[in-house]
């Protein structure tokens, strides 16, 4: 019995290791239906204001829960590689002593393979290149001024401890910080010498209390500021907290709202979040848009950030129900419209003809220049310049001038000669995160040319001086570096009063030079002791290069 339970044990155990056997198989060797994505980010970093490229940078990045950094060259050029496909945050920052950088953010995304149009066959990888150019500001400008505050008898008097603060006013730029705060002293002044961002900018006081009264906020205004430049505003006046709530700032009607950005309001008191109630409606469709809020510095400041794009052409209605923290009941309706604006065309190039033709002889060692129509988000660009013959990428430097509209494209080494090229560029618009993509093709001159010229002549010596004893018998000889088409070609001889012209042979020498031989005969007539000159127009054969010249010359006694 003993012995049966026994073997019944171990071919138990044997079912039991097969199974595992087999399954542990299913998983080790599983072979998968289609290669990966191997993602790479690249792009230069440079200044805002004067897009000089940014050395030693640091791009920050998670990958696999990893923190990683790489490190922009002497060019400002980085490089992320083996990314597979997902969203990745880049936190780019710059320390460099006396440089004073603020920290500035950008969101990347390699995509999944089976959205790759020309994704590889399957089982192999694919390569996907993203290029991102990303912008930092430095804090070198300024804002100052002074605040005056309204008593109940219409008095004005200087405000101490109201809070002023300067946000970054563009929704293209995520800096870090992106809002800064000064509080105004006994004299009323706020002060943000040197200490913002070169960028355009919005300031705005809080709402406060003093002496038991409630003041609004007061919207300052919006300022491109300048670097090393501190821009003086006065005259800044809180007023006591009015009955109606005031919006300092919203998307309006009139103007063209970027379907992909957050929408930003600013109110006049701040706003009791709790009991608010926020709406966003589609009017085309009727349909509430699914969003998430932010309230701000000290609940003056909402942000909406809808969970999908903005349809374009599209009219939209924010409702806002509410109360301020003062007690005041409100209601507010903000309309707001997108548009899709016109596409981006080319406006002019020098490897297109104006008539749309393909330029055939782009000069290898020139630089490329673009101008489109319209301003080009440098943020989201991504330029390539392939050689079609080799199929080889090249490297280049850009710079965008012209409010983003003019790109110069400077290639690192000369084009090859008699060769294709593709430019392709693809992007977004700044007006309206509009994506467009455009391709060139052009092709380089042939081979350089060789251009005629003359080497050495019988009738002069060096450094171009005149030969004073010149035989009147002898024959002209000139030395020219490659062969000339006698027949395109002429010389003729001629003193203050006469010209003459005379019979010619061509001699080509075997190194390929060629040697042209006036025959002196009686036509020429020269006189001793004389001032002549030799007046010379030649063109080479083949190349259709020419050349002209004259050689001053005296016979001897």
């Known amino acids: 019995m003993f012995q049966k339970v026994q073997l019944m044990s171990i071919f138990a155990l044997f079912l039991?290791?097969?199974?595992?056997?087999?399954?542990?198989?299913?998983v080790v060797y599983k072979s998968p239906a289609s290669g990966q994505v191997k993602?790479?980010?690249?792009?230069?970093?440079?200044?805002?204001?004067?897009?000089?490229?940014?050395?030693?940078?640091?791009?920050?990045?998670?990958?696999?829960?990893?923190?990683?950094?790489?490190?922009?060259?002497?060019?400002g050029y980085y490089s992320i590689?083996?990314?597979?496909?997902?969203?990745?945050?880049?936190?780019?920052?710059?320390?460099?002593?006396?440089?004073?950088?603020?920290?500035?953010?950008?969101?990347?995304?390699?995509?999944?393979?089976?959205?790759?149009?020309?994704?590889?066959?399957?089982g192999q990888d694919t390569k996907y290149s993203v290029n991102k150019n990303v912008f930092l500001f430095k804090k070198n400008a300024g804002v100052s001024g002074k605040v005056y505050r309204e008593n109940s008898n219409g008095n004005k008097n200087l405000a101490s401890d109201i809070v002023v603060i300067a946000k970054v006013a563009s929704n293209k730029y995520e800096t870090e910080?992106?809002?800064f705060a000064d509080t105004t002293n006994s004299s009323g002044v706020y002060n943000f010498e040197?200490?913002?961002?070169?960028?355009?900018?919005?300031?705005?006081?809080?709402?406060?209390?003093?002496?038991?009264?409630?003041?609004?906020?007061?919207?300052?205004?919006?300022?491109?500021?300048?670097?090393?430049?501190?821009?003086?505003?006065?005259?800044?006046?809180?007023?006591?907290?009015?009955?109606?709530?005031?919006?300092?700032?919203?998307?309006?009607?009139?103007?063209?709202?970027?379907?992909?950005?957050?929408?930003?309001?600013?109110?006049?008191?701040?706003?009791?979040?709790?009991?608010?109630?926020?709406?966003?409606?589609n009017t085309n469709t009727n349909e509430e848009l699914a969003f998430n809020t932010n309230w701000e510095s000290n609940n003056t400041s909402l942000t909406i950030d809808p969970h999908l794009i903005l349809a374009k052409n599209t009219t939209y209605r924010i409702k806002i129900d509410g109360q301020s923290i003062d007690g005041l009941d409100f209601n507010k309706t903000i309309m707001f419209s997108t548009k899709e604006l016109d596409k981006v065309e080319i406006k002019s190039t020098n490897i297109q003809k104006v008539d749309g033709q393909t330029v055939v002889d782009f000069e290898r060692s020139s630089d490329i220049n673009l101008t489109f129509t319209k301003s080009i988000n440098t943020e989201k660009i991504e330029v390539n310049l392939v050689n079609s013959s080799t199929s080889n990428e090249l490297t280049f430097e850009s710079n965008w001038k012209n409010n983003n509209k003019?790109?110069?494209?400077?290639?690192?080494?000369?084009?090859?000669?008699?060769?294709?090229?593709?430019?392709?560029?693809?992007g977004e618009q700044t007006e309206n995160y509009k994506s467009f993509q455009k391709q060139i093709d052009f092709s380089t001159e042939g081979p350089e040319i060789e251009k005629v010229k003359l080497l050495e002549t019988n009738l002069r010596i060096v450094e171009g001086r005149k030969y004073s004893h010149f035989n009147k018998n002898e024959n002209f000889k000139l030395l020219f570096n490659i062969p000339i088409d006698g027949t395109k070609s002429s010389f003729r001889i001629s003193d203050s009063t006469y010209?003459?012209?005379?019979?010619?042979?061509?001699?080509?020498?075997?190194?390929?030079?060629?040697?042209?031989?006036?025959?002196?005969?009686?036509?020429?007539?020269?006189?001793?002791?004389?001032?002549?000159?030799?007046?010379?127009?030649?063109?080479?054969?083949?190349?259709y290069s020419s050349v002209s010249g004259n050689i001053k010359f005296k016979t001897e006694d």
């Open 16 to 26: 039991f290791f097969l199974i595992i056997s087999n399954s542990c198989e299913d």
């Open 406 to 426: 003019t790109l110069h494209m400077d290639p690192y080494y000369v084009l090859e000669h008699s060769s294709d090229y593709t430019l392709t560029i693809s």
């Open 177 to 179: 910080p992106s809002k």
């Open 39 to 75: 993602g790479e980010v690249h792009g230069i970093i440079k200044d805002n204001y004067n897009s000089e490229p940014i050395i030693n940078a640091k791009i920050k990045y998670v990958d696999n829960g990893k923190n990683k950094t790489v490190t922009s060259d002497s060019l």
């Open 499 to 543: 010209i003459k012209s005379g019979n010619i042979n061509l001699i080509e020498n075997s190194s390929g030079t060629m040697m042209v031989k006036i025959v002196q005969s009686e036509q020429y007539d020269l006189q001793e002791d004389t001032n002549y000159t030799l007046e010379y127009s030649v063109e080479a054969k083949g190349n």
């Open 194 to 281: 040197k200490s913002l961002p070169a960028a355009p900018m919005k300031i705005y006081t809080l709402p406060h209390i003093n002496d038991g009264n409630k003041y609004d906020g007061v919207n300052i205004g919006s300022y491109n500021l300048i670097p090393e430049v501190n821009k003086h505003i006065d005259n800044v006046v809180a007023n006591l907290a009015s009955k109606t709530l005031r919006l300092l700032d919203r998307p309006h009607d009139e103007n063209t709202f970027p379907i992909k950005s957050d929408i930003n309001i600013t109110f006049s008191k701040s706003i009791y979040s709790e009991v608010t109630n926020v709406t966003l409606t």
């Open 81 to 122: 590689t083996d990314l597979n496909s997902g969203s990745y945050r880049l936190t780019i920052e710059s320390h460099k002593e006396g440089s004073n950088y603020i920290t500035n953010k950008a969101t990347v995304r390699i995509p999944p393979i089976d959205s790759i149009t020309n994704a590889t066959p399957p």
